[in-house]
């Protein structure tokens, strides 16, 4: 790698200091060539000078020849004699002193030469010497093509030394196929507008005939002027790195296949636990009510722990398969928008026994004002539910606190539920293993409180699922301080669609005795009625208008309205009005619901009955009870359901309230059943043998005269989302097996039987 990150360096210092070193031996050949010929020069102006000498000296016997003949003479010619020899010497010494600089000169210059030289040589053995240490093979090419070099390990990937390589082309040292490849991807490259680096995955058979998954690693270097010279590539080898992908990749299918068969287990193991349990709630439920009736008060005590054993018993189970649930990623969120103040007065109601149990105080601080919430509603109860039972169990006669405010921010309104007790505390070391699963602060806490250690983790799981966090503050011996903060509104990934108006369809042909129109304008309001009378088992129609309530009693003709007196536009007095005026309403009865204490003016004005608010859920029932009577008619459901025990169970309690019942042990003996009678409701389990509930429920659908026939189901099955979908828009009701309230059940009867038009509202 370090080759590659600086490619263009040693490539271009390579090509630029072999063209260096061979200039500066032309110019050092031209130099000693020059130094040559000025010797030369040097040496005959030498024997010019000497051959000057010499003829000079036969002058100067010539002269004193002369002399001796010619006195009159001598001095001047002696003199001149002088002079020239003085300046010949003078140009001599000169003339030696050059050449004896320049030869110098030429010496150190040569010397200079042959240093550079021998830095040059170590430099290419060094770069040499640290390619072969690389073993991922390593090759340059000029841009024809050629190869200008390589290191050992290309050697090797080849099978031919770097002299059998280099200079040549990859017509000719690979096979067409792969030649053909080679020089495709080295014209890309080349042919690239910018400075690019190639990299390529590829398959490659070595001279040794292993075979290897490979990476090709390649730039272009350049010359001084900027000019691409060719390219240099390293060949990595990713063999090992493919093979434990390979092997990530059956890991994650075996861990699919493990989760997949763990899904399948917690599945199984949920029905076969729910089952019984079923079971044991319905009929402590039914010996209570039994008991009670025959007077035998002190056995009332009994059942109740055993009620109570089972529901314990049924929390610890759906805990482990929640948490299971959550780790495997399977856990959902199923928005709706309900009453803060609503739902809390529920949880303070469900948990003040318990709080009770210990001699403890409970006490809530909220606005009246607080407002709705948009989310998961189960998950949040049960979070509630875990913070309070753990404040009740670690507080002895002590004050509990539950506080719940909105907190409104720019960007986002937050609901903080926070619960302080005075209970035993935590220490700091406690407080580090808060949130882990199946652990609590310590094992005497274990010993002695008892618990799984999941409640936390699961309420910690369901914040975070709904876009909120859970934390906690906690003092050891004073008590502890959990706050769970949500969003108002939760945005889960399927939120469903609301619509304005929950009114039926007009097409429907109603029976008399069923439905209930809501005029109010508070949407709490609309949403707490409706409510309240789908529990009583009657369809609702809402408006929040006086116009729009007009409108839809018009439309659907309900059986009695619900009238709120202080609305906008239009009020009640003026609806209430409007409607004793219209010959085709005059006779629906109008319960008016208002602040303010005014009966007088209602009844003056026809209204039926006059509610103050806020609505007693019992006064509202014995209001609706009065003028929506029970058709006489008792409608027939069917049981569907492989266990003796349950089935029994369930139709005992039919029974008892009113309906007539008849069983199938599967699905294959209910549509058998069918055949010969048409039950006006099937109540189905999902896990049975021969043919199950899924089954059951495709085929129902697929037959015109079994397809309008409410199914609600029953199941101790523990669904996937898939099933869940299959499910959609096929089935009225999902129950899960041991929880849900005996209420609940029966009222969603009553009303999957109101909307296939059979009404039939049994005494409960």
Not at 121 to 129: A, F, I, V, W, Y
Not at 526 to 539: C, D, P, V
Not at 612 to 631: F, G, Q
Not at 710 to 721: G, I, N, Q, W
Request: hydrophobic share 40%; with cysteine; proline share 3%.
């Amino acid at each position: 790698m370090i080759v590659i990150g600086h490619s263009h360096g040693v490539a271009t210092l390579i090509y630029s200091n072999n063209e260096q070193l061979q200039q500066q031996i032309d110019n050092l050949q031209q130099r000693n060539e020059q130094l040559d010929s000025d010797n030369q020069t040097l040496s005959q102006a030498l024997q010019q000078l000497r051959a000057m000498l010499q003829k000079l000296e036969e002058e100067n016997n010539d002269l004193h020849i002369s002399l001796e003949t010619s006195a009159e003479h001598s001095d001047t010619v002696e003199a001149e004699l002088v002079k020239i020899s003085n300046n010949l010497e003078q140009e001599i010494a000169i003339r030696t002193q050059e050449l004896a600089d320049n030869n110098n000169r030429l010496k150190r210059e040569i010397q200079e030469r042959k240093r550079v030289e021998e830095v040059q040589r170590n430099s290419l053995l060094l770069r040499q010497t640290l390619l072969n240490s690389i073993p991922n093979p390593i090759f340059f090419k000029n841009n024809l093509g050629m190869y200008l070099g390589c290191n050992h390990g290309f050697e090797k990937y080849i099978g031919r030394t770097e002299s059998e390589i280099v200079g040549h082309t990859a017509r000719e040292l690979y096979p067409p196929e792969r030649a053909s490849l080679e020089e495709q991807r080295d014209r890309a490259l080349f042919n690239s507008e910018h400075d690019t680096v190639q990299i390529v995955e590829d398959r490659v058979k070595y001279a040794d005939d292993s075979i290897h998954d490979v990476m090709f690693n390649t730039t272009t270097f350049k010359t001084s002027d900027g000019s691409v010279a060719g390219l240099v590539g390293i060949i990595i080898d990713i063999s090992e790195h493919k093979r434990a992908e390979e092997a990530l990749l059956k890991a994650k299918d075996a861990a699919e296949d493990a989760n997949r068969i763990k899904s399948q287990f917690i599945a199984n193991m949920s029905h076969e636990l729910r089952t019984p349990l079923n079971a044991i709630l319905g009929y402590s439920e039914m010996l209570e009510e039994d008991i009670a009736d025959f007077g035998l008060h002190d056995l009332v005590a009994d059942v109740r722990k055993i009620n109570a054993a089972g529901k314990h018993l049924l929390g610890l189970i759906n805990d482990v398969l929640d948490i299971s649930k959550i780790e495997a990623g399977k856990m959902s969120i199923y928005a709706e928008t309900f009453s803060i103040q609503n739902m809390v007065s529920d949880v303070i109601s469900t948990i003040r026994p318990l709080i009770q149990t210990r001699d403890n105080t409970l006490s809530l601080n909220m606005s009246n004002d607080i407002g709705n919430m948009h989310a998961d509603l189960t998950k949040l109860r049960q979070m509630l539910f875990n913070l309070l039972s753990n404040a009740a169990k670690f507080t002895e006669k002590g004050h509990i606190s539950f506080t719940v405010l909105r907190k409104i921010e720019p960007e986002q309104d937050w609901i903080h539920f926070k619960v302080s007790d005075e209970g035993i505390g935590m220490t700091a070391e406690q407080m580090q293993k808060l949130f882990q699963p199946f652990t609590q602060a310590d094992a005497s806490t274990t010993r002695k409180y008892g618990g799984t250690g999941l409640g936390l983790t699961i309420s910690q799981r369901f914040a975070e699922m709904m876009g909120g966090k859970i934390y906690a503050e906690s003092e050891y011996g004073y008590g502890s301080c959990f706050t769970i903060q949500l969003p108002a509104y939760v945005i889960a990934e399927q939120d469903p669609v609301v619509e304005g108006l929950n009114a039926p369809k007009p097409a429907e042909k109603r029976q008399a005795g069923n439905t209930v129109l809501i005029i109010d304008d508070d949407a709490i309001v609309r949403e707490l009625l409706q409510n309240y009378i789908k529990k009583l088992g009657f369809q609702v129609i809402v408006a929040e208008s006086g116009h729009d309530g007009l409108e839809l009693a018009r439309k659907y003709k309900p059986h009695a309205i619900t009238l709120d007196v202080m609305m906008p536009g239009m009020d009640g007095w003026m609806v209430l009005s409007e409607l004793k005026n219209d010959p085709v309403l005059a006779k629906i009865p109008v319960i008016m619901v208002s602040l303010i204490e005014d009966k007088s003016i209602g009844y003056s004005l026809g209204a039926s009955e006059y509610l103050t608010k806020p609505v007693n859920r019992d006064e509202l029932n014995r209001v609706l009870r009065k003028y929506l009577t029970d058709d006489e008619n008792s409608q027939k459901i069917l049981v569907v359901e492989d266990d003796d025990v349950t089935r029994n169970l369930i139709e005992s309690m039919l029974q008892k309230i009113g309906w007539q019942v008849e069983t199938s042990e599967n699905g294959q003996v209910a549509l058998n059943r069918l055949l010969q009678s048409r039950p006006d409701l099937i109540l189905s389990d999902l896990m049975m043998p021969e043919m199950d509930g899924f089954e059951l429920i495709t085929k129902l659908r697929k037959e015109p005269e079994w397809r309008q026939i409410p199914v609600v189901v029953l199941t101790a099955k523990d669904m996937t989302p898939g099933e869940r979908e299959m499910l959609n828009n096929r089935v009225e009701k999902v129950f899960q097996k041991g929880d849900y309230r005996l209420d609940e059940l029966l009222n969603e009867i009553r009303e999957c039987l109101t909307r296939a038009k059979l009404i039939k509202h049994p005494k409960s």
